[in-house]
């Protein structure tokens, strides 16, 4: 694999942002490693991919891909807001210095003491339901309302990560969405968003036009028989990144041409006029900002296999496990090694504890510090206690210079809350 900024080959060393990542270990693997900049230069370059080509945007960071309060600041400070799906995420996001106001929640499955907490904050809302609307109703008429609408099309990495189409949970189907957007102009609401979301790991702009014209008929339908208009339409997030070595980089300003070309002319075509256009992605902004450091503890081999234990498992990062998904992993320590075949295994009591099969990896010796790639979505926020394990440390790094931005865990943290 080519490195490339911000991560750097120094003598068969790997280097983040500067930063030597066997200097980082000393304090402890397996440890979460995240370079600011590479944050900051992916916020930027989507943001001017989309206003070249459409200047009212706005971007929500699909926050569940990674809650610390650290990246949230960071995002806070390039003028990001927040897309929440919990309670937890609205608290962690007030707590970063987001404005209610700054924060849209989409939900589903949200039941009244959620609705009453949301309300309380002065969080935005987007509908996902008609049974979640009349919950809402019944505490407060808002001053902006939307609803998520199920375009009818889903895309996404693995079936675990598609969010719209006949067999999903999320969303409203269009008879809904009418009557939905009918309940609340019969309340008094006069302004209006409308949202889809059609899954995570896109990286064809087809899958996008197929669900955002879906979308944009929908809007058109509600907008011309209720005579409303919309201020934002919210497409959701799902922009992906390249997680193999022969994966190429998404051409974004292509991408986004293309999607929003599409756009202004359905626009025009359903009379909806030039609302915002606000788009979420989580995963884009800050998955390839993030490595995981695992220390090799084991090197054993059976018949036709050589096998390397480290001190990650699926408690560190559950995603190969869970979707199988594929995490380039290279000897952080010996990267000019030649290369050689192997399993890489983790800790756990479990047979599909495996980040890698067979996998060419710069020769490995016990003790050596392997990095796994982008690790910055999906990896803590998804991390666990699972065998009894502490969950790591996570460490941010801008040129050169790093510092904790969550404490590893102690054997005695699992006894808390416990009675």
């Not at 440890?31 to 590479?38: G, H, I, P, R, T």
């Not at 190969?320 to 000897?331: D, E, K, W």
Request: hydrophobic residues 40%; glycine residues 10%.
């Amino acid at each position: 694999m080519t490195l490339t900024w911000p991560f750097e080959n120094r003598e068969g060393e790997l280097y983040i942002d500067g930063a030597s990542s066997t200097q980082l270990a000393k304090q402890g693997t397996p440890l979460y490693v995240y370079s600011e900049s590479k944050i900051r230069h992916n916020v930027n370059k989507l943001r001017d991919a989309f206003e070249k080509h459409y200047p009212k945007i706005r971007i929500l960071y699909a926050c569940k891909a990674n809650t610390n309060l650290a990246i949230l600041r960071i995002l806070r400070s390039e003028g990001v807001e927040i897309d929440a799906v919990s309670p937890g995420e609205v608290h962690l996001a007030l707590r970063a210095g987001f404005g209610p106001e700054e924060i849209l929640f989409t939900g589903t499955s949200v039941g009244e003491e959620e609705i009453r907490f949301l309300l309380d904050k002065g969080v935005r809302v987007n509908v996902d339901s008609l049974s979640q609307l009349k919950k809402l109703l019944q505490v407060s008429v808002p001053d902006v309302f939307s609803m998520r609408v199920n375009p009818e099309v889903g895309a996404g990495h693995h079936e675990h990560v598609i969010t719209a189409g006949p067999d999903v949970k999320f969303g409203v189907w269009e008879g809904q969405a009418l009557e939905g957007y009918r309940m609340a102009s019969d309340t008094g609401v006069s302004r209006f968003g409308i949202q889809m979301h059609i899954g995570s790991g896109i990286m064809d702009v087809n899958n996008y036009i197929k669900a955002v014209n879906r979308l944009l008929e929908i809007a058109g339908h509600i907008a011309e028989s209720l005579g409303i208009g919309f201020e934002f339409i919210d497409i959701g997030g799902g922009i992906g990144v390249p997680y193999r070595p022969d994966e190429p980089q998404i051409d974004l300003d292509a991408f986004t041409g293309t999607l929003l070309g599409f756009i202004k002319d359905k626009l025009q075509e359903h009379s909806l006029g030039e609302p915002e256009i606000w788009v979420e992605p989580g995963r884009y902004l800050v998955a390839e900002s993030g490595v995981i450091l695992t220390r090799v503890t084991t090197l054993k081999s059976s018949p036709g296999r050589n096998f390397v234990g480290v001190d990650a498992g699926f408690n560190t990062l559950v995603r190969p496990a869970m979707y199988g998904s594929y995490h380039h992993i290279m000897n952080a320590s010996g990267l000019n090694n030649p290369p050689k075949n192997y399993d890489v295994y983790g800790p756990l009591c479990e047979s599909g504890d495996i980040f890698a099969r067979n996998r060419a990896i710069s020769m490995v010796r016990e003790g050596d510090l392997l990095a796994i790639i982008n690790a910055g979505a999906y990896g803590f926020s998804m991390a666990s206690n699972y065998n009894s394990r502490p969950r790591p440390a996570e460490v941010m790094v801008f040129a050169g210079e790093s510092r904790v931005i969550r404490k590893g865990e102690s054997l005695d943290d699992l006894l808390r809350g416990q009675v």
